[in-house]
């Protein structure tokens, strides 16, 4: 094993790592602003794979010119489950909520297997096979953009809670929603706009994995996983948490693939998952009192 190989392999970990912040940050400005546990985000991130998918098969756009349409799409979806499934039930026992979006989830999968079959289809691009070189490292066009994209989003979306009158009404229904309510703040238009935003999130990640990860229906189970051991290691509700999370956890798979089978590779990911619920559940930039 070489030096320039463990690089590679770790530079190529943290570009699948930036995409796999995106996911959770979804994820966890879903639960930080609702308190529920979305368990149909993978079946949103699947989506967002067919979607360009599509996209390139009917409309021949370039594949990450479809991420737009991916957003779009994803929102819009996702504000409709808000607003038709999640918002009756959201002051539900959480064991509800739960079931109601597993079950979601496999509705989900199971109409696009009705509408596509389980076959897996690769999405073929004039520069999948480019490489960029830094002395003897080669990294991947296609990680690298996809890498792009999931950081653009996540910078957005971090300046839109922070800087916007919008983040400050989510955050403000996140910390305290009747005191928001009681400031004139719609608070269940609020949920829409987030949930939507949280679907869009996912749908850009599938979107952006598309060019080399096969799409078939049950693609979001190795996702989804993947982003609640992300939002658990950042803490649960912490967008900046989760952008870290996804950054390690990135790299955590990369030495796995190094030095274990394939098959074994997130192992290593799985292992810090349970040492931090041992030791820190709260996560690593989470709050006791969160």
Same mark, same amino acid.
């Given at each position: 094993?070489?030096?320039?190989?463990?690089?590679?392999?770790?530079?190529?970990?943290?570009l699948?790592?930036g995409v796999y912040?995106?996911m959770?940050?979804?994820?966890?400005?879903v639960? &930080?602003?609702?308190?529920?546990i979305?368990?149909?985000h993978g079946?949103?991130i699947?989506l967002?794979?067919?979607?360009?998918?599509?996209?390139?098969?009917?409309?021949?756009?370039?594949?990450?010119?479809?991420? $737009?349409i991916?957003?779009?799409v994803l929102?819009?979806? @996702?504000a409709? %489950?808000q607003?038709f499934?999640?918002? $009756?039930?959201?002051?539900?026992?959480e064991?509800?909520?739960l079931l109601?979006?597993? @079950?979601?989830?496999?509705v989900?999968e199971?109409f696009?297997?009705?509408l596509?079959s389980?076959?897996?289809?690769?999405?073929k691009?004039s520069?999948?096979?480019?490489?960029?070189?830094?002395?003897?490292v080669s990294l991947?066009?296609?990680?690298l953009?996809?890498?792009? %994209?999931?950081?653009?989003l996540s910078?957005i979306?971090?300046l839109m809670?922070t800087r916007?009158?919008? @983040?400050?009404?989510i +955050?403000a229904?996140?910390?305290e929603?009747? &005191?928001?309510?009681?400031?004139?703040?719609?608070v269940?238009?609020?949920y829409?706009?987030?949930?939507?935003?949280?679907?869009?999130?996912?749908?850009?990640?599938?979107a952006?994995i598309?060019?080399?990860?096969p799409?078939?229906?049950?693609?979001g189970?190795?996702?989804?996983?993947?982003?609640?051991v992300?939002?658990?290691?950042?803490?649960? &509700?912490?967008?900046?948490?989760?952008?870290?999370?996804?950054?390690?956890?990135?790299?955590?798979?990369?030495?796995?693939?190094? =030095?274990?089978?394939?098959s074994?590779?997130?192992?290593?990911s %799985?292992?810090?998952?349970?040492?931090?619920l041992?030791?820190? $559940?709260?996560?690593? =930039?989470? +709050?006791?009192?969160a």
């Amino acid at each position: 094993m070489t030096l320039t190989f463990v690089v590679e392999s770790l530079l190529n970990g943290l570009l699948v790592g930036g995409v796999y912040s995106l996911m959770a940050i979804g994820l966890t400005l879903v639960f &930080g602003v609702m308190k529920v546990i979305n368990f149909a985000h993978g079946s949103l991130i699947m989506l967002g794979m067919y979607t360009a998918y599509w996209s390139v098969a009917l409309l021949h756009v370039d594949p990450y010119l479809s991420i $737009p349409i991916a957003f779009a799409v994803l929102f819009v979806i @996702g504000a409709s %489950f808000q607003k038709f499934l999640i918002n $009756p039930i959201l002051d539900a026992p959480e064991h509800n909520q739960l079931l109601l979006t597993l @079950g979601v989830s496999l509705v989900m999968e199971n109409f696009a297997v009705f509408l596509w079959s389980p076959d897996y289809r690769v999405m073929k691009t004039s520069y999948a096979g480019i490489n960029f070189y830094m002395g003897d490292v080669s990294l991947s066009l296609v990680r690298l953009l996809a890498f792009g %994209f999931a950081m653009l989003l996540s910078a957005i979306i971090y300046l839109m809670l922070t800087r916007t009158d919008l @983040g400050k009404a989510i +955050r403000a229904a996140s910390e305290e929603p009747r &005191g928001a309510l009681l400031m004139g703040i719609n608070v269940r238009r609020i949920y829409l706009i987030t949930f939507g935003i949280g679907a869009a999130c996912a749908g850009v990640s599938g979107a952006a994995i598309t060019p080399f990860i096969p799409v078939y229906p049950y693609v979001g189970w190795l996702f989804v996983i993947t982003a609640f051991v992300v939002v658990v290691l950042g803490g649960m &509700g912490n967008i900046l948490g989760a952008f870290v999370g996804g950054l390690i956890i990135g790299l955590a798979d990369s030495v796995g693939a190094m =030095f274990l089978p394939g098959s074994m590779k997130s192992i290593i990911s %799985f292992t810090i998952f349970i040492l931090i619920l041992l030791f820190k $559940p709260t996560g690593l =930039f989470g +709050r006791k009192n969160a």
